[in-house]
Nanobody, 115 residues
Framework: VNLVETGGGLVQPGGSLRLSCDGSGIAFRYYTMSWYRQVRGNQRELVVSIPPSGSPTYVDSVKGRFTASRDNRAKTLSLQMTSVKPEDTAVYYC??????????WGQGTQVTVSS
């Protein structure tokens, strides 16, 4: 297993949740790391992407609410979710891409925003 997500769960609207991705199974620092999410029946959506040494790029719907970060030494990718909304409910996936090797997906972690 190359990518392992943790931190999903149930959170109330307006609350916060932090997701983490353990990338210790890959040469983490060379990969563009991303978070995707998927609602059942819909296509997987890119939430945020961080190149190996660059800044995150967010989808408009999460700008100002979500903050992604990577620690190349610890080989971890994080997603701090704040002011969450019911429409943030989805399975969140960690994704790694390096053109020389290919791509990896985590198994996904469920985030449910509900009162």
């Amino acid at each position: 297993v190359n990518l392992v997500e943790t931190g999903g769960g149930l959170v109330q609207p307006g609350g916060s949740l932090r997701l983490s991705c353990d990338g210790s199974g890959i040469a983490f620092r060379y990969y563009t790391m991303s978070w995707y999410r998927q609602v059942r029946g819909n296509q997987r959506e890119l939430v945020v992407s961080i190149p190996p040494s660059g800044s995150p790029t967010y989808v408009d719907s999460v700008k100002g609410r979500f903050t992604a970060s990577r620690d190349n030494r610890a080989k971890t990718l994080s997603l701090q979710m704040t002011s969450v909304k019911p429409e943030d409910t989805a399975v969140y996936y960690c994704h790694a891409q390096w053109s020389k090797v290919g791509t990896y997906w985590g198994q996904g972690t469920q985030v449910t925003v509900s009162s």
